[in-house]
């Protein structure tokens, strides 16, 4: 959501408005948001009658036509112009004859002014600070960044120095590089490997990929930006089971080591079961594991105006995942993406950490960790600011994680993720929006978990003792609200 950047007159006798579902483009959960369409601009705002817009889509030059990907009925992908860095906008309609009349209303919008994206961009080499205007000599993709954030430029005259280490973050992002870091050695844990330990490759790690031959049936079940995830029969189980699948090449080879050595060593009744893996054809790696038929805590609180967890189930979600999470911060690893995504459950109400995706394996030349990973929303500041960070970034996502089944979603879900990033670290995580309606059991443990102070953030081990935990249901208390989430989802009417 931008404070300044836009005016209510851009879309005031607006061409088209309406009620529409959009895909998150983080979190791929989908939120109804009131739509206004004027000229050559698509604005979208949290609820009707909001003051700012949550963002606003280009149409100068983008596309639109029916979604073949994401398979929902009266859905159009929507790819914007340059303005916004031709993002893909998944959008759904409530009847075919309203996804096509906003269809139409966009394509309009679209002739305004087709006009081409910068090529052969090149980062300047030097950036200023100017009290009066904010930065300049930025390069361009930040700038656009920036103008797309929703930070004002208020905002970044007076916190210029935390807007800019934001700006370096975001462009790394996706760039991650480990950085040495000092660190200590618990002498009740495991003893830390040696990185020549875990010096393998990845045909060391998997099976004969003969061994595909025992699954059959496969049935596509979920798609992520790692891969895709399929239901198959395993003919030696006699059952069904999950198989993961996901490209291999010289860019994510070294992270899938990682997460399968993790996978493979990890035996807890609160992290999904590795059974076995192997490489298809040279380029593709198949990881079959235990199937969690609940499907992911994110399908339960996307019915959040149905279907709501109380405080018993809340606790039963937050001790298992405490349990894992001890677990894995002993064999000193760290997951990096603790999320509702990666919290799976299944049909008898266990709940279970997933997708190693992220994880990092502590080393005796590597105690600490720099790397730039994870999902915004859900990241310890720590983490954001660049500093060396241990496992405790675990806890602070669990306790977003804990706002999430309070509170519907994640803080600042409603802003870009450049200006989410900015307000948790120098704003902060905000308090429960209702606390009088929680006990002090809950809104302690939410507190503990999202100290800002590293040192006095407790580990997992510590937290497993905390009084909120003792609230936990058992886990067949918590199949209703599995069963009444999924039935909610088929009775939508879009």
Known sequence: ????????????????????????????????????????????????????????????????????????????????????????????????????????????????????????????????????????????????????????????????????????????????????????????????????????????????PIRRDGYTDFVKIGEGAAGEVYLANSKERGGKVAVKKMPVNSENVKLLCTEIVIMKESTHDNIVEYIDSFIVDNNQLWVVMELMDGGCLTDVLEQFDNVRLNEGQIAHVCLSTLRALTYIHKHHRIHRDIKSDNILLNSRGDVKIADFGYAAQLTQEQQKRHTVVGTPYWMAPELIRGHDYGTKVDIWSLGIMLMEMVEGEPPYMEFPPLRALFLITTKGIPPLQSPSEWSQELLSFYSDCLEKDVEKRPEAADLLSHPFLQLACQPEEFVPVIRAARESAAQETY
Not at 178 to 201: C, F, I
Request: proline content about 4%.
């Open 1 to 208: 959501m931008s404070t300044t950047t836009f005016d209510p007159s851009q879309w005031s006798n607006a061409d088209k408005e309406g009620e529409l579902k959009k895909q998150g483009h983080v979190v791929k959960s989908w939120k109804l948001r009131w739509f206004v369409l004027k000229n050559d601009k698509l604005f979208y705002f949290k609820k009707k009658g909001d003051k700012q817009p949550i963002d606003a889509i280009c149409l100068d030059g983008s596309s639109v036509r029916v979604d073949t990907k994401v398979k929902r009925s009266n859905c159009f992908e929507l790819v914007s112009g340059f303005g916004t860095g031709g993002k893909t906008f998944y959008i759904q309609a409530t009847t075919k004859a309203s996804m096509d009349e906003w269809m139409a209303s966009i394509k309009k919008g679209s002739e305004f002014c087709l006009v081409g994206a910068p090529t052969n961009v090149t980062h300047q080499l030097h950036v200023d600070f100017n009290s009066e205007t904010g930065f300049v000599n930025l390069p361009s993709e930040w700038e656009t960044i920036l103008k797309a954030s929703g930070i004002s430029k208020e905002e970044v005259v007076n916190n210029h120095e935390e807007v800019y280490e934001l700006l370096k973050f975001t462009d790394n992002m996706y760039k991650p590089k480990e950085l040495p870091g000092a660190g200590t050695q618990a002498e009740d844990k495991p003893v830390l490997p040696s990185a020549q330990e875990l010096n393998v490759s990845l045909r060391d790690l998997v099976s004969d």
